[in-house]
């Protein structure tokens, strides 16, 4: 198989009847102060993606000392990710996979796993389910195909998107405005001699894959995988997710590669189509 990645809490006393004269303050028993503070650091940062401590303090009304302690401590347990060079902090991947307790119930999840594992077995590929996320492309869901080659992303695995088949399919989504500040932002890496590490090969390529509606991986991630993706639109008909099938280059030939694109993108527009989604061109 191949793959890419690479106690309980006490009980609460029992609550004496009655309530209490007056509601609790900010610092009161009822409530933590620096948990409420986390919480809330945390829920601006989801709204605004990246910012610098300086803001942030301003944004939530806190001194930035306090908003720094608590920022640390988010951090060190990866809920929330600082850029050094650009000294803004932004939500980490913890956050993600705390939160994925209540996506796993949400619509788009269950509309797609519904789709994806009919499109497996009509492909004889893993499908795979992804988001956007500061930039990148995560990975939440996966129905694995039957072979015993195949391609295998753990819930949570953050990639370039550049160099994936359901980033690049996310990207030729955006303006060119919001396309610069990621490439600015990320930089265009080299995973494999098929990587597209220019601006101009990678334009080059979102302009196809909006012309066809599906984009194709060609090795530009893992050297021996391929990945064929397509968008999904909520009802403003912007990119929200991909679905994808991926598995080794033997089994994803050119012609194989171009009876699959057409299959993903109707497998992204039935998707579309259950979350209440429309297609830009719709």
């Not at 796993?104 to 269950?110: D, G, H, P, S």
Request: net charge neutral.
């Amino acid at each position: 198989m191949m793959e890419w990645q690479t106690q309980q809490p006490p009980q609460a006393a029992k609550r004496s009847r009655g309530r209490p004269r007056s509601l609790p303050s900010d610092s009161g028993g009822n409530t933590v102060q620096a948990l409420d503070r986390g919480l809330i650091l945390l829920r601006d940062l989801a709204k605004q993606g990246r910012v610098t401590l300086t803001d942030i303090a301003l944004r939530v009304g806190m001194p930035p000392s306090t908003a720094h302690r608590i920022l640390a401590t988010l951090q060190k347990h990866g809920f929330v990710d600082f850029d050094q060079a650009n000294q803004e902090w932004s939500v980490g991947i913890e956050a993600f996979r705390v939160g994925s307790s209540y996506l796993a119930r949400t619509n788009l999840v269950e509309a797609a796993q519904k789709v994806m594992r009919p499109l497996m077995e009509e492909t004889g590929e893993t499908a795979n389910l992804a988001i956007p996320d500061g930039g990148d492309v995560v990975f939440i869901s996966q129905v694995e195909t039957h072979n015993p080659i195949r391609a295998f992303f753990r819930p949570g695995t953050r990639s370039y998107m550049h160099a994936s088949g359901t980033g690049k399919a996310l990207l030729a989504d955006l303006s060119a405005r919001d396309l610069e500040e990621i490439l600015q932002s990320k930089g265009l890496p080299e995973f494999t001699d098929k990587t597209l590490t220019s601006p101009a090969a990678l334009y080059a390529d979102l302009e196809e894959i909006r012309k066809r509606g599906w984009s194709f991986d060609d090795e530009e991630r893992y050297s021996g995988m391929r990945c064929v993706a397509a968008a999904i639109y909520n009802s403003l008909g912007k990119a929200i997710a991909g679905v994808s099938v991926s598995g080794p280059t033997d089994r994803f030939g050119d012609n194989t590669v171009s009876e699959l694109g057409p299959k993903v993108r109707r497998a992204a527009a039935e998707v579309t189509m259950m979350i209440g989604g429309k297609a830009p061109d719709s």
